[in-house]
């Protein structure tokens, strides 16, 4: 008989997926995954449905906005995993409904705050920055309405991080719930991570179209948030890379940690641009030593 979560472990994935969710926006997914594979559909489904509408009802909409379309993100990931679908057509589409999800419900939340055209929203996105910048670098002045432009690239970012992250992560989270983790013949494994070839085209187009004066703003938009969604995907095909660099040279889990922290946190550009260059180059192909299963932080 498959052993399932007991309630406690329930109650712990619950609470930590919606503080972690909260704060990072992202983090609490691993959580969210775990639940979802342990838990089954019916409660993980019923369960999200009863937090994003007590957040929403309670006032806490950006909240709710934030918990609903991660929630719905990687439960539909995990619907279509089920189903037999690969992981890259599982992504698309849990990331298409958690966009449609989110981008839903912030149009409701704004409706609710009163903010009804383009310049409230502008104006709005200036009072956050602006209080938040305030604490970290008084001096600076950002462009609001740039910045407003780009939200739209901002969610789908944040949802490509939860899911990244609740894939990579959910290993680790089976072993300490003492939980049995199910095998997919599907399941995305780091090291094996490649984004499709046509992938360079579309982040290609969009820094043409941010960098060459087509005589049309909205596609120059279009193009930030292009180059935005894409740089975040090849961040992963980045990390990638770097899980076969720490392999190769048998780093321990503490330093792995370490180097984590200094290039992920601090280099994220950097991952990005070595994932974008691993297309032409293969860097995987080229410092393994021979093609085998390797151990990864996902492990």
């Known amino acids: 008989m498959k052993k399932t979560a007991t309630l406690p472990q329930w109650l712990i994935q619950t609470a930590v997926a919606v503080v972690?969710?909260?704060?990072?926006?992202?983090?609490?997914?691993?959580?969210?995954?775990?639940?979802?594979?342990?838990?089954?559909?019916?409660?993980?489904?019923?369960?999200?449905?009863?937090?994003?509408?007590?957040?929403?009802?309670?006032?806490?909409?950006?909240?709710?906005?934030?918990?609903?379309s991660v929630w719905m993100t990687l439960g539909a990931y995990s619907e279509f995993e089920a189903k037999g679908f690969g992981w890259r057509t599982s992504g698309l589409i849990s990331l298409i409904l958690g966009t449609i999800t989110g981008a839903t419900g912030a149009l409701s939340a704004?409706?609710?705050?009163?903010?009804?055209?383009?310049?409230?929203?502008?104006?709005?996105?200036?009072?956050?920055?602006?209080g938040l910048l305030q604490q970290l670098n008084p001096g600076a002045k950002p462009d609001a309405a740039l910045l407003a432009q780009q939200t739209p690239s901002?969610?789908?970012?944040?949802?490509?991080?939860?899911?990244?992250?609740?894939?990579?992560?959910?290993?680790?989270?089976?072993?300490?719930?003492?939980?049995?983790?199910?095998?997919?013949?599907?399941?995305?494994?780091?090291?094996?991570?490649?984004?499709?070839?046509?992938?360079?085209?579309?982040?290609?187009?969009?820094?043409?179209?941010?960098?060459?004066?087509?005589?049309?703003?909205?596609?120059?938009i279009f193009g930030a948030n292009v180059v935005n969604v894409t740089a975040v995907l090849y961040f992963f095909q980045g990390l990638a890379v770097l899980e076969v660099i720490l392999n190769v040279l048998k780093v321990s889990y503490l330093m792995r940690v370490l180097v984590y922290f200094l290039l992920v946190g601090q280099m994220f550009f950097l991952l990005s641009l070595v994932g974008l260059i691993d297309y032409w180059v293969d860097f995987r192909r080229r410092i393994r030593k021979k093609p085998r299963p390797e151990e990864s932080i996902q492990d």
Do not use: C
């Open 20 to 68: 972690l969710t909260a704060l990072t926006g992202f983090l609490g997914s691993p959580f969210l995954r775990v639940m979802r594979q342990s838990q089954g559909p019916l409660r993980y489904w019923i369960t999200g449905i009863i937090l994003v509408l007590s957040f929403w009802f309670l006032g806490a909409s950006a909240l709710a906005v934030f918990l609903g």
């Open 110 to 130: 704004l409706r609710r705050a009163g903010i009804m055209n383009w310049d409230q929203f502008v104006n709005l996105i200036r009072d956050l920055v602006t």
């Open 154 to 220: 901002v969610l789908i970012i944040f949802l490509v991080l939860a899911l990244g992250t609740g894939l990579i992560f959910e290993r680790r989270l089976f072993k300490w719930f003492n939980l049995p983790r199910e095998r997919v013949a599907s399941h995305l494994k780091l090291l094996e991570f490649r984004l499709p070839d046509w992938m360079i085209w579309i982040a290609l187009s969009g820094f043409a179209l941010t960098v060459v004066d087509v005589g049309a703003k909205e596609l120059a």
